[in-house]
């Protein structure tokens, strides 16, 4: 059984351990990392042993978190997940911990409860701004450098304050950690505004490449292995690209079907509030969330198109 | 000679004043038009009559900000600008009031000191930053309404507090804004996550007829008539384009160059660290901030390109 903890009492849990290990989740993301990041770096400011272990290599993005890697130079006697939401999403590399998770810090609704501990807030919007109440509630200083970490999580998690999730406390937070030095103008060009040469190509394609269908409710995109070839993109060049049409006034449905083998199609499904992505995703055995899903299947691209096209046009009817 | 005044003095100097006219500058943008609606809304509140002009109609965008436009029902005692940096800006049919403007309240470091008082900080991102602290100072009761007007000043000219003009001041009053019942939500999917499809199809016109300089430093983006007519934009769908390549990786200078005559143009600057768009502008006669200016240059197509890469390219090499 989990224990619910506020984060007063999560303080105090940290304050009374050491030798502590930090999970982050699968295919990080930036406040996985960014919490991460603070939260070792404030423990080991009060003199703690402490590192961070995740299933991926950390991307090149996130140097600047300078993430201290668990080397196995201590040996773990306390374990905390942060941003995980579920035992599964630390990957296979970390599975091993499943069941042995000491302390859990998360903001994700859907939160499983698997930790011993369990410090959960799910109206803040990053997990980064809890960890900011934590460091100040444990009385570490917040350097500008760890103030760089928490901004990182909290931006990347609200796309700089747009997403609705942003609360008038996600904007003081931003402004303190301003004012204790957090470089805005660096990670937010870093995040948001130094679009790759290739995910500029990607988009020129998409625009040149969408298919419009049901009044333009539905926007299609067939993503070829031929213009995968030709542009030869980064994993996280593509990131963006299958939510983008969804920002389109009218659509509703938004699908990227990207070639994945000769007859195989990654699908990724976005939508508005008139469909549910998950549903459709689903039908095809894949699953995700009510506004981003997806799935895979076999078949040409005009079997894919066809079959999606189905599914989509089931769901607006709904 | 302009006389400079604070924000006290400025709310003192409205206070004492009555039948106040507020002007908008040209082709305007939410920054303009929130801070005169809320600035005009606010002085309404304390009794007094007040309405607003622009050279322009109203784009439809602006409609939730209900801004009472002049109709010559009172006598103007009193002449504001509100985020007009010069006189030229106000458009051809408010240039009657050239030397006749009592009061501005602006943002813009370039502003050419025109009005007979001046309340200018160009320390913040938005005019309606401004216009928010002015209203408090009149202690005008700022109603859920009023702060949708002044929130869409404030988002809309610092692209949601992306820019690096934000400061912790800014993500405060956003703050204050949202408690004071700003709608976060609906304003920010209005102006950044519901792209009309006149816009998506300028942005594909874009990327299919951006012309790179200066080892990509440079992008320049020709909009002919021919385009226009053919697309057939409004004017808020051209809002974002201006900007659209300073996103790109290794992008200094943006330049987009929007045909309005057959021999004529206007050009908008965006600039990164490297270059200072107010000087690129100036060298044709117009003005504008560090990173964000515009100005017009009568000519050819070609000659608009070749004036413009000569100036981008002395730019870069200071």
Redesign the interface.
Known sequence: MTNRVDIKRTAQILLGRDDILLLCHKNPDGDTLGSAAALCHGLISLGKRCAVCCHNTIPEKYDHLRIPVYDGSFPVRYTVSVDVAGENLLGDSLSCYAGKIDLCVDHHASNSRYAQNLCLYSDRPAAAQIIYELLKEMQVEITPFIADCIYTGLITDTG???Y?S????T??T???L??LGAD??GL??KF??????KS?QL??YA??NLEYYFD?KFAFLPLTSQALETIQPLPTDIDGLSSMAR????VQVSVLAKQTGENRYKISVRTGEEADACRIAAAFGGGGHLRAAGCEICGDMEYVRQSIIKEVERSLCR
Chains 1, 2 share one sequence.
């Open positions: 700089c304050f747009r609705s942003t609360t008038p406390e904007l003081e931003g402004a303190r301003m004012r805005h103008k937010v060009e948001f505004m130094s679009k790759s040469r500029v988009e020129q625009l040149n333009g920002d389109f006034e009218g």
